[in-house]
């Protein structure tokens, strides 16, 4: 495994780290008052616009996209360093039109959209024209498991006709939401693994409705998490994403490459708090001398720079696991990474919080929102517990096999 970055990804993280420390940490500020002063609170701000200008004029624009020469064409191991950096920043990956939900349903309508899918709502995407949001959490349900959604798809003549409620869909407030990509059952008596299908939903279809916008920890998205009734939602047949019953595997593609994402955006995150820390350790006294002199803080300090190189080395294992042998293969590193690199990230910021005292846990600093964030992103995008259930399920495997010589010496079979 060699890790070391390409020419291409030395290039590129030269020209992000000036666009980062010229234009998006200036700009942060910005973002939050512009949002605080206008009329709706989920629309973008001049200030972001302002940066994906930049950002096209530079050439960080559209990063993660590898498909059919969409984007930047990178392999994970090159996108990854990338993003640990914009991370660093929880504006960051917008700028660069590299943010959820629509990385994900961008990559989606890449591999599986139909030339006219792509044509409507990919290129506006890629173009930043548009936004997107992705309902597939459900209220009454646990959605972790994704057998258990209770959302229908059911064909009628030429149209196919959505029922359910689903919540903490991202993205569905911004009014530059067009495109809703819904997953429900289309067959509930079919294979398991076949029950579940996604279609393309224009966001102002009848019958989409918009309950109302939940926080997370108190805290307002600037995209919004909708709680949404869908009644009786006609869209075309054409916008059947893939096949009917290909839902699940269409979900199971999407998530490699996009907890690859999020672990290396939670690892800048651990990199913010720790450069945070280390620089209230020094400034701020207490008892007699600086924070840094005290053993505690310092051992804050040393176990977060430990902590944050082993989740940086596990996540460029499983982005070189993808990359050279498939998502399949990756599988288990993969679903290490989104328990590792969240983990890892709350514990440092919450280091930092401790180390900034009673600013730690205002607004006056980015780390309460950190704290927010990577506590929640435990639970989104399948919770730490279904991710371990995974790596435990692997990792017995070979166990499970009829025993041989090797089984009772204890090396793995």
Known sequence: MDFEPTARTRDLLDRLQVFMDEHVYPAEVVYDAQIAAAANAHEQPQVMRDLQARARELGLWNLFMTHDGLGAGLTNLEYAPLMELAGRSIIGPEALNCSAPDTGNMEILAMYGTPAQKEQWLRPLLDCQIRSAFAMTEPAVASSDARNITATI??????????????YTSGILDPDCKLVIFMGKSDPDGPTYRQQSMILVPADAPGVEVLRDLTMFGYEDRLGRGEVQFTNVRVPA???LGAEGDGFAIAQGRLGPGRMHYAMRAIGFAERALSMMCRRAVEREAFGGPLADQGVVREWIARSRVEIDQARLLTLRASWLMDTQGNAAARSDVSAIKVVAMEVAHDVVNRAVQTFGAAGVSDDTVLARLFAITRALQIADGPTEVHLRTIGTMELAGYRK??????YTGARS
Request: no cysteine; net charge neutral; glycine share 8%.
């Open 154 to 167: 059911t064909r009628d003549g030429d149209s196919y006709v959505l029922n359910g409620r689903k919540w």
């Open 238 to 240: 054409e916008n059947m």
């Open 402 to 407: 009829p025993r041989d010589a090797a089984t």
